[in-house]
């Protein structure tokens, strides 16, 4: 169910990058039975250190890969979903039959309307922001969190920038969790991990996962 309609006027070149063809292009890339069967694999490992899971949220779901293979896992959990491409959108709408409420909206939109769930996440997105606005993308992750915080991404100690496809200024490797614990002082990191792309059952992306979780409501 679709519950708001996206602002064209983008604040960077990033969302329209992925509002637009090469967003459209990627939706298909990664949609295969390996794949969820990897993400059901993923989620598994790292929701066993959560308790009482209702609800989840995910910022930049794409067409909804990482929400299948959850809702495999907590199958009465409320699933939402964010997303700035309106294609990925169609997808999410029809996902589950229709049992996600989805907002297309970028992540970085003033009118995003308030969200929360027990568990947020956000898998492969933060790498494509804009670091200038990370700032305002961490602080929408704490709010709209109940308790805990997933983050799966490219990792690198310090910031750096990666040609992304023959794509300049579209991909940015750095700790985001640890900057997220540095900003936040009552959140704390429950368990962390490593998918490398040569993982004989179950690969991802050479993902590098951190699950955070606030101390206090």
């Not at 939706?27 to 039975?33: A, D, F, T, W």
């Not at 294609?87 to 992540?107: C, D, E, F, P, T």
Request: net charge negative; aromatic share 12%.
């Amino acid at each position: 169910m679709q519950s708001n309609d996206i602002n064209q006027a983008y604040a960077t070149e990033q969302e329209a990058f992925w509002a637009g063809e090469f967003g459209n292009n990627y939706i298909g890339r990664n949609v295969s039975e390996t794949y969820l069967a990897s993400n059901i694999a993923l989620f598994a490992r790292i929701l066993s250190k959560t308790t009482a899971v209702s609800s989840v949220l995910e910022f930049g779901a794409n067409a909804g890969l990482n929400l299948q293979a959850i809702a495999q896992l907590l199958p009465s959990s409320e699933l939402s979903a964010v997303e700035i491409n309106q294609n990925a959108v169609q997808k999410l709408q029809q996902l589950l039959n229709g049992r996600v409420n989805v907002y297309h909206n970028s992540i970085l939109d003033k009118e995003l309307p308030p969200l929360n769930a027990d568990f947020v996440l956000i898998k492969g997105v933060l790498i494509h922001i804009n670091p200038e606005h990370l700032g305002q993308v961490y602080e929408k992750l704490f709010n709209s969190s109940r308790r805990y915080i997933c983050i799966a991404e490219y990792y690198n100690p310090s910031p750096v920038e990666i040609v992304y496809r023959g794509h300049h200024n579209k991909l940015f490797k750095r700790d985001f969790a640890g900057e997220m614990l540095d900003k936040y002082s009552d959140l704390k990191l429950i368990d962390y991990g490593f998918v490398y792309h040569r993982d004989s059952n179950f690969p991802q992306d050479d993902t590098t996962w951190f699950l955070l979780e606030k101390t206090t409501p």
